[in-house]
Nanobody, 127 residues
Framework: QVQLVESGGRLVQAGDSLTLSCAAS????????MGWFRQAPGKERDFVAAISRSGSRTYYPDSVNGRFTISRDSAKNTVYLHMNSLKPEDTAVYYCAAAGQIGATMVVVAATQYRYWGQGTQVTVSS
C-alpha cells in the first residue's frame, strides 16, 4: 500500500520553471518505479515522465523531452518533476503514480500499469 501526495503546482508565466514534488508513504519507496502524468480539462490523462525503481533510467515523451526532468530521493521518499520553459499547453493537473513488481532498471509508460495514484496538483501556465 502506497499513498502519494503531490505538491508545488501554481500559476506561472510562459517560460518559467517549476518543480513539483510527490511524497510517498506506507511502503518502502525504493521498491516502486514512479511516473508523472497530466490531464487537461476535457482531455485524457497523458504520460509525462517515468523513472525506474533504481533511478538509473528515465523516459519522456517528445512533448516534454529536453524541458522536464524527473528525479527521486529515496531518503525523503519523494519523486520530483522539474519543469523548464513552461508553455501554456503544459497547463493541467499533474499526477504522480507508483508501479511496483518490475525490474530495477525498467520504466513504466502506460497508465494502466501503475497501481497507485496521487490526487494531483494544478499547474497553470499563462501567456
Amino acid at each position: 500500500q502506497v499513498q502519494l501526495v503531490e505538491s508545488g503546482g501554481r500559476l506561472v508565466q510562459a517560460g518559467d520553471s517549476l518543480t513539483l514534488s510527490c511524497a510517498a508513504s506506507g511502503r518502502i519507496f525504493s521498491t516502486y518505479a514512479m511516473g508523472w502524468f497530466r490531464q487537461a480539462p476535457g482531455k485524457e490523462r497523458d504520460f509525462v515522465a517515468a523513472i525506474s525503481r533504481s533511478g538509473s533510467r528515465t523516459y519522456y515523451p517528445d512533448s516534454v523531452n529536453g524541458r522536464f526532468t524527473i528525479s527521486r530521493d529515496s531518503a525523503k521518499n519523494t519523486v520530483y518533476l522539474h519543469m523548464n520553459s513552461l508553455k501554456p499547453e503544459d497547463t493541467a493537473v499533474y499526477y504522480c503514480a507508483a508501479a511496483g513488481q518490475i525490474g530495477a532498471t525498467m520504466v513504466v509508460v502506460a497508465a494502466t500499469q501503475y497501481r497507485y495514484w496521487g490526487q494531483g496538483t494544478q499547474v497553470t501556465v499563462s501567456s
